[in-house]
């Protein structure tokens, strides 16, 4: 069964403002989805960059 094409111009504004909140929504969502895969690699990168440069971890191993 196919659905009727409604066009977009023909939403009242109610409907309108609705959409335009959900896609304002969506759009913050990802940006704090992807700021937070970004935090975490970063911390892991300065993690694994930390354990490479102590000099005491060095001296460990020497020992």
């Known amino acids: 069964m196919r659905v009727d094409f409604v066009p977009i111009w023909n939403t009242g504004f109610p409907k309108a403002v609705q959409m335009i909140k959900e896609a304002v929504q969506g759009e913050r969502n990802d940006e704090l989805f992807y700021n937070e895969l970004i935090n975490r690699k970063l911390q ?9 440069c102590n000099p005491i971890q060095k001296v460990y191993s020497v020992l």
């Open 44 to 52: 892991a990168s300065v993690a694994n960059n930390t354990s490479k």
